[in-house]
């Protein structure tokens, strides 16, 4: 078998020549679609090697035809296999690997068994809290996590009086309105009489700590007497003398200076005369001279469940709170066995109040206290009120200064939302105050106006807690502190120009009525006074 070997030479250069034409070549077509003797490549494309003479490389892209891509694929690769040969050397010392000791890894092991148990114990609760009804649920809920002001923890207040059918509103004052309430001059004051007597006040009740505590006594043998205006002799003789035209007592004039700070429901009797005198009253069967306890707190008191025997609902605090500032009025006076003292001051009028063979059947005598009646004028208000001072503070150069006696109790710090006191009154006591004006603002700035109306010099608060917080019989005082009315009036953001706007917008809106009988009542659950018109009778057969 024989056939043709058709091999064209080039003499300038590798490769079939040019001019060689494909159709005169009769092998064009015999060797048509075989792969090509060099494979192609693109200008851009790296070239690694151009020859390798390595012995162990026996092949290349060339020789087996596998294309650009064939070639690119080796060469990335070769590429890799050179990375992977790269390694660096760590020289830095590894840190020493901690090891409890043994102790302390029974005890975190003892810990994570606690806490295993605690979180299956858990899930099964959860489980069960699922299983319950929806309304069950929702009660539950509520009990978990510290304890906190929410709609679910209001108090619904009731109104301090039934309001009848045929009492009808005649003004609605909201506080806003009486906060914005000033006068531009404070009026002028005069003294018209003083009645009663004075015991000086006992200094060693200066010296009192958390560490030295003194009880707190039940004064037995002492009479106080919550008089209403309308009830007091001198006030009517005084108003048959035409010595005012608006007719107060201290408590129930700074009680309304207080207004905008109250939040438990109250109310305040007004009487006008025929000739325009106003008279302003308490009822005798009101809750008007019992103090209150955490009034203006975030957690004010509410009944328990916690508390079977109901100690600390708001009434049971109320009496607490009552009978021991009556009590530490007292209590600090200097006492002579026997029952006299020769330091007593006695004023120009004896105790309107006091019945002296009544008080000598029943082994009674009146308390400290010395009435005051003043009268202050306020433009064409002439207003009579009858202030309370409780003690005299002897200074030197025999210069003595009067004082009203005050007490601020604690009940259960952890349930009232302040602090404890053992710890905190002798090293943080303005800390101790502070929570107090939050917790007790109306309160305190009815003291403090009360003492400013006396004309007190000094006002003496004393800080009284349980000796124990489960009986609520038994006090003991931790610390007595002196302030200046004014200046402490000042501190605590007790406007005295905003209090007496607040009596004058009062005294001219019941001057423009008609002559008759009108309530002063506080909304029990808004920020409302409201001012009812009732018939002449009403109350009377409370009497």
């Known amino acids: 078998m024989t056939f043709d070997l058709y091999v064209p030479t080039n003499a300038s250069s590798w490769g079939p020549p040019k001019d060689d034409d494909s159709e005169k070549n009769p092998m064009n077509q015999r060797w048509k679609g075989l792969v090509p003797i060099y494979a192609p490549y693109s200008p851009g494309q790296r070239l690694y090697r151009c020859a390798d003479f390595t012995p162990g490389y026996k092949s290349n892209a060339y020789n087996q035809g596998g294309g650009s891509a064939s070639n690119r694929h080796r060469q990335q690769q070769?590429?890799?296999?050179?990375?992977?040969?790269?390694?660096?050397?760590?020289?830095?010392r590894a840190p020493k690997k901690f090891v409890a000791p043994a102790k302390k890894r029974a005890q975190h092991q003892s810990r994570l068994r606690q806490l295993n148990a605690r979180a299956r114990s858990g899930m099964e609760q959860q489980k069960d809290?699922?299983?319950q009804p929806q309304r069950t649920r929702r009660r539950n809920n509520w009990k978990k996590g510290p304890p906190r002001r929410n709609w679910h923890q209001r108090v619904d207040r009731q109104a301090?009086?039934?309001?009848?059918?045929?009492?009808?509103?005649?003004?609605?004052?909201?506080?806003p309105k009486l906060v914005k309430q000033r006068v531009d001059t404070?009026?002028?004051?005069?003294?018209?009489?003083?009645?009663?007597?004075l015991d000086h006040y006992n200094d060693a009740y200066e010296r009192v700590t958390s560490t030295n505590t003194v009880p707190l006594k039940r004064i037995e043998n002492k009479e106080f007497y919550p008089v209403t205006t309308t009830d007091d002799p001198v006030i009517e003789g005084l108003a048959v003398k035409n010595s005012g035209n608006v007719f107060f007592t201290d408590a129930i004039l700074s009680h309304l200076m207080a207004s905008p700070r109250t939040v438990t429901a109250w109310d305040v009797v007004v009487q006008k005369l025929p000739n325009g005198t106003l008279f302003f009253d308490k009822r005798d069967n009101s809750q008007f001279d019992y103090l209150t306890v955490s009034e203006t707190s975030n957690q004010p008191p509410i009944r328990n469940d916690d508390d079977p025997d109901g100690i600390n609902t708001p009434m049971r605090l109320s009496l607490e709170a009552t009978s021991i500032n009556q009590n530490f009025s007292q209590q600090i006076l200097k006492q002579v066995k026997g029952g006299s003292n020769s330091s007593r001051k006695s004023f120009e009028y004896p105790n309107p109040f006091y019945d002296d063979e009544e008080g000598a059947v029943d082994g009674m005598e009146p308390?400290?206290?010395?009435?005051?009646?003043?009268?202050?004028?306020?433009?064409?208000i002439k207003l009579v009120c009858r202030c309370e001072l409780h003690g005299l503070v002897s200074k030197r150069k025999n210069e003595e200064l009067t004082m009203t006696a005050f007490a601020l109790n604690e009940w259960d710090s952890r349930l009232g939302g302040g602090i404890n006191w053992r710890e905190k009154i002798d090293t943080q006591r303005g800390a101790v105050l502070a929570t107090?004006?939050?917790?007790?603002?109306?309160?305190l700035a009815k003291w403090t106006a009360q003492s400013i109306l006396a004309g007190a010099d000094q006002m003496k608060i004393g800080f009284v807690s349980r000796a124990n917080k489960s009986n609520p019989y038994e006090h003991e005082i931790l610390a007595t502190q002196s302030y200046k009315p004014k200046e402490?009036?000042?501190q605590t953001t007790v406007?005295?120009?905003?209090?007496?706007?607040?009596?004058?917008?009062?005294v001219e809106m019941f001057s423009s009525k008609g002559a008759g009988k009108y309530v002063i009542m506080r909304d029990p659950n808004k920020p409302i006074l409201r001012i009812y018109s009732v018939p002449q009778e009403t109350f009377e057969d409370e009497e």
């Open 488 to 490: 402490f009036a000042q």
């Open 436 to 443: 107090e004006l939050k917790n007790n603002s109306c309160k």
């Open 160 to 175: 301090s009086v039934a309001v009848q059918p045929s009492w009808a509103v005649t003004d609605e004052i909201a506080f």
């Open 495 to 506: 406007s005295l120009h905003n209090m007496w706007g607040i009596i004058q917008m009062l």
């Open 186 to 197: 404070l009026p002028s004051e005069e003294d018209l009489l003083w009645c009663g007597f």
């Open 367 to 380: 308390a400290s206290v010395a009435y005051r009646y003043r009268r202050f004028t306020l433009g064409d």
């Open 129 to 131: 809290r699922y299983n």
């Open 78 to 92: 070769s590429g890799a296999a050179d990375d992977n040969s790269f390694q660096l050397v760590d020289t830095t």
